[in-house]
Structure formats: structure tokens, C-alpha cells
């Protein structure tokens, strides 16, 4: 009677496991392995069996379902207007905080947060070139202006 429990509570948890994860198809082959073996119980089957059959039943389902899951959760990205400043130049208009490394970035007629990848403070006035922007936040690099040779 005890691996009755176990085996329900192996289903629950991986069950639950799966509803509360924020990544799709992670678990539920555990579920439908726990179910196999809850079967093989009810029919009076060795535990040992009923073991080894949970973890083939488990591997065997991610083997040959997760390749297609993976490709039917799998969801493109849709550029938005927001994506057409990648690459742009800016300009620095204001710091923010220091500490975060957050400081205003204005590109053509937009005003946007900003920080860089070392999350560094750049000083008011400096152009940047926007490397690509995550969740409202531009990532932007400092622009290295090409200073002309001294003319002789």
C-alpha cells in the first residue's frame, strides 16, 4: 500500500512541478512514467520492475517527444518598432544612478533609459551606438570617433 502513495505522489509532485514551471514540458514525462508504474503496482508487479520501468518510460518520452515539443513551443521573435533603433547612434543627455549605471539616452526623437554592458556611467554629451535594447532599456556603446590625421 505504501508505493501506492509513492507513486501518486511522484505523479502530484512532477504534476505540479510542470503547472508552476515557467518553462513549458519540463516534467510531465516523470508524470506519465510515475503513471506507468502506478499501474504495473495496481497489477501486484515486482517494486524493482516497477522502478526500472518508471525511469525507461521517462527517458524514453523525452527521447522521442521533448525534439518535438521543444519545436512546437518554440515561438519566433516579432521585431517591433523599438528594434529599428538597434544600431543607431545617440546621444547621453542625463545620468540617472551612478551606482546602477543608469543614465538618459536620447536617439533621434526618443528619449530612452540606458546602460551599457558594464552597466559604466557615460558622461552627458557622449554619442553612443545602441547595441540592442532589453525589456525599456537601451544596451548602447560608447561611438570611438575617428580622429583625422594631421594634415602636413
Request: proline content about 4%.
Amino acid at each position: 500500500m505504501t508505493m501506492l502513495w509513492v507513486w501518486l505522489a511522484v505523479i502530484l509532485v512532477a504534476v505540479l512541478f510542470e503547472i508552476n514551471s515557467p518553462i513549458q514540458l519540463v516534467s510531465i514525462w516523470a508524470a506519465l512514467g510515475g503513471v506507468v508504474s502506478l499501474i504495473l503496482y495496481l497489477c501486484n508487479v515486482d517494486l524493482s520492475i516497477q522502478i526500472v520501468v518508471f525511469f525507461a518510460v521517462t527517458f524514453l518520452l523525452i527521447l522521442l517527444t521533448r525534439p518535438l515539443a521543444r519545436k512546437m513551443t518554440k515561438f519566433k521573435k516579432v521585431p517591433t518598432n523599438a528594434d529599428m533603433n538597434i544600431g543607431k547612434s545617440g546621444k547621453v543627455t542625463k545620468i540617472v544612478d551612478e551606482e546602477m549605471g543608469i543614465f538618459r539616452v536620447r536617439v533621434e526623437n526618443d528619449d530612452w533609459s540606458a546602460t551599457t554592458e558594464e552597466q559604466k556611467i557615460l558622461p552627458v554629451g557622449t554619442m553612443v551606438a545602441v547595441l540592442r535594447i532589453e525589456g525599456v532599456k537601451l544596451i548602447v556603446e560608447p561611438v570611438r570617433k575617428e580622429v583625422p590625421a594631421a594634415v602636413h
